[in-house]
C-alpha cells in the first residue's frame, strides 16, 4: 500500500472497526456462554443423578436435594441393572433386549422395502415421481400419535381392517396389540405389531434419501454397463450398489439411532403391554423418572441408551473412514 | 440400404418390446401396491370419521360408510372440554416460538463462528459439536427438575425455554455465512454499517435458503414433538395437539369414529400445510440429515 495523507484517518476508523467487532462479538458469546452454561449444568446434574437413589418425592440434601434421604448409592445402579434382581432391573434387562429387538428388525425390513422402491421410481417419469415420493412421504409429516391411533383402530381386534382381511381368508383373528401368547419368530406379536406401524411411519424417509442418492450416480455408467451386456439387475449390485454406499451407511445408522429411541408411536398403541413385551428403554426410563419418581435409576437407564447410540455412531464413523481411504 | 438394416432392427425390438411391457406391468403395479398401503391408512381414518360409533364396531367393517354422517365432527366442535382452536393456538405458540428463537440465535452464532477471530473461539465451537451429539433423554431429566423448581412446569414457556439454542443449526448455518465474501462485509463496514446492521440488513437476507429449511423441519418437529411437551404440560388446557389426541383417545374409548374425526382434525390441517412446503422439506432432510 503506498504512504498517502489519506491513510491516517482511515487507519483510525480501522481501530474503531476492530472495537466494533470486538464489542458485537462480546454482546454475542455473553449471554451465549449464560445460556449454554445453563446447559453445561443440566447435563452436570444428568451426571450426577445416576449415582444417587434419588427420587423427587424426598426431599433429600441441602444441594439440589442430593444426599440424605436420596442417598449416594455409587454404581449401584449400574450393578443393579446388570445382576439385579429386583421389578426395576429384571425390566430394564426386558427393555434393553426389546429395544435390541425393535431395532434389529426395523433396519432390515426397512431396507428391504426402501431400496428396491427406490429403484424402482428411478425408472418412472419425473412428474409421476414426484408424486410417488409425496404419498411415500405423508407418513413421515404425520404426528406419530396420530398413526399410533390409525394403526390402532386396524389392529381392533374385533373391528380392526387387518383381522377382517384375515377372517377374508379364513385364518383365526388376533388381538395384536394385547395377546401376550401369540408370536412369531420368537418375537411376540404386539412387537411386529408395533414394528409394522414404526416402518409405515419412517419408510418415506429413507426412500426420499435413496432417491436423491440414486439421481446423483451419473447415468452414463449404467448405460455403460447396460451397453456391456449386463442386466439391470446387474446394473444394479455392481455399479450403482458401490456408488450409493456412503448413503446406505448413513440411513442404517439414522435408522438405526431413531429406533433405539423409539417412544412416541410404542407407548400410545401399547404403552409396554401385554407383560412388559413392547417395553423399550425410552418407555422404561420415561415411566421411571416420571411415573415412579426413580429418577436417579431412570438417569442411569439413559446413560446407557446413550452409550449404545454413541456406540453406534462411532462404529458408523469407522465405516465412513474405510470408505473414504477406498 | 434401408431394406439391409431395417429387418434387423424389427427382429431385435419386437421380443424386447414384450419384455418390457411386463416389465413395465410389475413396475407400476408394484410402485400401486406400494402407494396403497402407504394411502390406505389415511383413507379409512377418513372414511371412519364420517362413519357412526355403531359402525365402525361392525363386524366385517364396511369400507365405505353406509349413513354417512358428520355427528362425530358436530360432537369435537361443541365439546367444551375439547377447545381445539385453544390447543392449536398452543402447538402454534410453541413452533413458531421455537422456530423464531432457534432461527435468530443460529444465524447471529453462526454467523459470528464464520466471520471473526476471538479467542476461545475453537474451545466453543467445539463445545457446540459436543452438544450436538448428546441426546434428549440425557438432558429431560434434570430439565424437568429444573423447570419444577423455577415453577414452571404446566408452562409453555417452560416447554421453550431450553430450546432456544440450536447447537445444529448453529452448526449448519456456520457452514453457510463461510461462504459469504468477506469483502461484502468490509465494504458496508467502511460505509459505516454497524455490526449489528450487516447481521440484519446483508447476512440474514443471504441466509434465506438454509434460514427456510430449517425453519421448515423446526417447526415440523415441534408440531409433532410429544415426548418432551408430555412431561412438561400435565394440566390439559396448556397441551399441545399431539398429547391432547392421546388425551382424547384415553376419554372417549369404544368410540373409535369419534376419535378418529379427532385424529383427522388435528393431524390433517398441518399436513396439507406440509405438503405445500414438502419440496424444503424433502431438500432440507437430503441435505442435513436431520429427522
Known sequence: MVMNPTQKPRKKAEGGLVIAKRRFVTGVTIPLLLYESLGIFVLGWAFVLMFFDYSSGRLGGPILGLGGSNPFVGLGNFIGMIKGTSVEASLFRTSLLNTLIFAVAILPLNLAITLPLAWLLESIGDRFKALYRTIY???????????????????????????????????????????????????????WAVILAYLWQDYGYNMVIFIAALQGVPPELKE??????????????????????????????????SSFQVFDIIQVMTNGEPNNQTQVLMLDIYKNAFRYQNLGWAAAESFVLFLIVMAVTIIQMRLLRTEWEY | MTTNTFPAEVRTRKPFAWGKFFSQFLLYFILTLGISFTLLPFVMMILSSFKTNLEVLQVPPTFWPKTFTLENYIKIFNDPKLPLLRFYGNSAFVSIFNVVATLFTSSLVGYMFAKFEFPGKKILFGWFLTMMMIPTQITMIPSYLILARLHLINSLWGLVIFSAVDAFGIFMLRQFCETLPSELLDAARIDGASEWQIYLRIVLPQLGAPLATLG????????????????????????TLPIILTWFNSTHTGQGALVMAATVLIIMPILIVFLFFQRWIVQGFTMTGFK
Open chain 2, 216 to 239: 421448515i423441519l423446526g417447526f415440523m418437529g415441534n408440531w409433532n414433538a410429544y415426548l418432551w411437551p408430555m412431561i412438561v404440560l400435565q394440566k390439559i388446557e396448556v397441551r
Open chain 1, 137 to 191: 412421504f405423508l407418513p413421515v409429516l404425520t404426528s406419530s400419535v396420530g398413526v399410533a391411533l390409525i394403526w390402532m383402530s386396524m389392529y381392533d381386534p374385533q373391528a380392526g381392517w387387518i383381522n377382517a382381511i384375515i377372517r377374508f381368508f379364513g385364518g383365526t383373528p388376533i388381538s395384536w396389540l394385547s395377546d401376550p401368547h401369540a408370536g412369531v419368530a420368537g418375537v411376540s406379536i404386539a412387537m
Open chain 1, 224 to 257: 455403460a454397463a447396460l451397453i456391456d451386456g449386463a442386466g439391470p439387475w446387474q446394473a444394479f449390485i455392481k455399479i450403482t450398489l458401490p456408488l450409493i454406499r456412503p448413503t446406505m451407511l448413513f440411513v442404517c445408522v439414522m435408522t438405526m439411532l
